[in-house]
């Protein structure tokens, strides 16, 4: 017999495995009702520990914070904290909130079912990517940004220094031994001494890692007023908008302490997370140091390729194949915070529409594309930020919509959007199948079945096909250097 754990939610009975059709009444609601009056720090170490062995998904643990700390006055512990089942029945009634097509928050929502898929994705697939955001992160922030600061006109380690009484390098080592301890103590919490304790680096006393916590960490009130960013005139949105974790993966407990509850989060802020310090500092110096660092990791990803050439700097990347010639656009972020919270057709035509937007590169493509001289050409628009579902009918419509309105005909069946991820994965497959990344980008466009596919969707698939029986890795050089360089794997 299965171990359920009964719980009373107004006056009525539920088990762990009560019949979805039950939860999907008002999760919202009853995810309310069960986290009510609970012990707050008994629940986070519960959180904390949960996350540290995998056993529930980290977007879900994550959407259960929300909903305890936007809920519980500071310090109340009125009530005991969850059990592990009753910690599982709420990361359920979590997930059906996230996933409602016509309900958020007890609220109804009149949009499309791409509307809700668009914001879901968002809300929830960064937190599975772990294994390509640390390392591209390490890659673009460590290893090519240094690089990239005079073009950019943004010192930005020496700027981030004396704006934070801290180095990124010193960021990093705080950040990575927090890691390996909170791994070693699950739900532990700590103070400023005990882990400059643990460091034990001569270059790290207590005032480094309170610099460190005075950046990475926030108490129970500044986290429960992150919670109505960016979707605050739609508060219906609420499950969808910025996780406070990303910017603060450390919370401050009411008795000084710290404690992490959800581990990957702090491993996320110390690479691609610096994001939330630098453009504090300079928005235009940082913009131009992440566009045109990406611009040489696009660069990095092409390496093997023949005939790789870029025209000008930062421009459109061009890989000459047998019968075709690939044309690269870059981009830094295809959408701001609050379309990818609410979906809304008219938020998302904004960001696309916006100068050195999605539409604005896909222009900059198709005129590259008409300079070629080759016989076929093929367009990618590729990001480093998060960029999902770019090729299905809901993103290529508004796209067509902006490009209408703009007086340009709608996007070429030749050009496909994508996140780097993708370009990751292809780049990969190309280099152990031998097989020309124009090639494999010319039969995904060429095929309806494949076209509306996410790139690393085509990937995996192609990789099935072309190496039979051998699952390669599609994680290309450059992600190894990066992991093995601050990772040691």
Known sequence: MPNTHRIIVDGEPMTANEP????????GSLLSDLLRRRDVHG???LIAQAASHGTLPDHQLAAVVRFLLEREPEGDGRGGPLSLQELEL??????SVILSPDMAFGVQVSDSAWSMAHRA?????????????????????RQIAPTQQETARFDFEAAYEEAYGITIDQVWTIGHALWGWCLEHPGESFDAASLATHIGDDGIDAKQVESFLAIMACDYAT??????VPSGSHPHFEPYNINPFRKYPILKLPDGKYLTPILSYLLRRITHGLYYDLIELDRGGF??????SFSVYVGKLLTGQTDVRQLSDRGAWHVNGADATLVIGCITRPFGALSRSTGDREHLRADLARSGG??????????????????????????VEDFYLGNGPFIQSVVNEVLEAQGQPPMDADIQLAHVSGLEALSALSTRSDVGLVELLAAKVDHADYRGLELDAYARYQSATLCPGQAPSLRPQVLDDAAATFLGS
């Open 20 to 27: 979805q059709s039950h939860l999907d009444a008002d999760p």
């Open 43 to 45: 629940t986070l170490t």
């Open 90 to 95: 709420c990361c359920e009634l979590a997930s």
């Open 121 to 141: 994705a968002y809300q929830q697939l960064p937190d599975g990517e772990a294994d390509g955001y640390v390392p591209r992160s390490l890659a673009l922030y």
């Open 223 to 228: 986290f429960r007023s992150m919670l109505g």
């Open 287 to 292: 913009i131009r140091l992440v566009a045109n």
């Open 358 to 383: 999605v539409a604005d590169c896909v222009k900059r493509v198709r005129e590259a594309i008409a300079a070629s001289d080759a016989k076929r050409v093929i367009g990618l628009v590729v990001a």
